[in-house]
């Protein structure tokens, strides 16, 4: 793990071109709908008139359209069922039960970011993994992951203007590259983060893929020693090319339920532990790859199911739902996207249950 360091991502930017603006709408379009909700009261840029999470809501629908139960985001979906069984490293960094050696049950969803649960698989676009790990003392940790190294803004704020300078042209049906590229001459964290994942291609499916916890948090142990820390899984499928060739409408679900159907697809757990000066309110920001990683566990997951009562489709996978020995740090984006998750849950709670848009079952929809 002591590799040389990343050098740090640069403060400033040159004026954005209408060029560079053009080739970043890709990335932008692929990660714009991520699950990651903002609120800018967290992060004090505006009052709570201005936008709060039911009018942050409000936009993910205007860009995806409304659709009756389902997420706001990461509207297409499907249920997993597993285990985490941990390695007892972890309890050297936090309390939290879930790293004592042993396994504990997991309800996890792999999902394509996105408000409309009916729209075709694409290689780019952004793959996530919710997991809730039920603790034996009755507690519960929740987390939501996403197959980039960084997120592509740094505050709310900044979440929700990339929404806005996204926002396509009726005239066009495509965003406006210079709303776009003048977006980003105020972003240049935005634009550094787009050029980081950039180089990081996805690979072929939901199951060789890394997924990143993106935010930091704080873990204490017994000693009552405070780190912070970020996490991943890392899977122990071998890595494939990104471009295959689609095969149908679900071709990215429809290879994972395959690949299950083999054997359990595993991910090993790893808790990234930071030092002093390394940015905990910025998850645009990749800490350095000399820091020390600890292999806490691995994930097993079994089997997928199509979205039913009772399974992933009616958790929320709130990342500030969290066991003793983990709490938020000071990102500002965690406490967006707690209220933003809560609100999208409120709304698909009270409407009319559509039908999963994916079959992972085999039965005729």
């Not at 930071?274 to 940015?279: L, S």
Request: glycine letters at 10%; charged letters at 20%; proline letters at 10%.
């Amino acid at each position: 793990m002591d590799d040389a360091t990343i050098p740090p991502v640069q403060a400033s930017r040159p004026p954005v071109s209408r060029r560079s603006a053009l080739f970043g709408l890709a990335a932008v379009g692929a990660i714009a709908a991520v699950d990651v909700g903002g609120f800018l009261c967290a992060a004090g840029a505006l009052d709570a008139d201005t936008l709060t999470p039911a009018r942050l809501t409000d936009r993910f629908e205007e860009v995806a359209g409304h659709h009756d139960g389902f997420r706001r985001n990461h509207a297409k979906g499907v249920s997993a069922t597993g285990y985490f069984t941990a390695t007892g490293a972890g309890s050297a960094v936090s309390t939290a039960s879930v790293f004592r050696v042993g396994r504990i049950p997991v309800t996890g969803r792999f999902s394509l970011s996105g408000g409309n649960p009916f729209a075709p698989d694409a290689d780019d676009t952004v793959r996530g993994l919710g997991l809730a790990f039920d603790l034996p003392d009755g507690e519960q940790w929740r987390t939501a992951m996403i197959n980039t190294p960084v997120f592509p803004d740094r505050t709310p704020d900044g979440f929700y203007e990339r929404l806005l300078a996204s926002k396509k042209d009726p005239a066009t049906g495509k965003p406006d590259p210079d709303r776009m590229a003048a977006f980003l001459s105020r972003r240049p964290e935005t634009a550094a983060a787009m050029n980081l994942i950039r180089r990081h291609p996805p690979t072929s499916g939901f199951d060789n893929s890394t997924f990143y916890g993106l935010n930091a948090f704080q873990c204490t142990n017994d000693s009552g020693v405070t780190v912070p820390v970020r996490w991943s899984l890392v899977p122990e499928q071998p890595a494939g090319s990104a471009g295959l060739p689609p095969k149908g409408r679900d071709y990215l679900f429809d290879a994972l339920t395959a690949a299950l159907r083999r054997g359990p697809l595993r991910w090993r757990m790893l808790v990234t532990i930071g030092r002093p000066g390394d940015r905990t309110d910025d998850a645009t920001r990749p800490w350095p790859p000399t820091r020390q990683v600890v292999d806490v566990g691995t994930v097993t997951l079994e089997e997928v199911r199509t979205e039913a009562p009772h399974n992933a489709r009616d958790v929320n996978f709130d990342p500030l739902v969290l066991p003793t020995g983990i709490a938020p740090s000071d990102d500002p984006l965690l406490s967006a996207r707690s209220a933003v998750y809560t609100e999208s849950f409120t709304r698909r709670s009270g409407e009319p249950t559509s039908p999963s848009a994916v079959d992972a079952d085999g039965s005729a929809r």
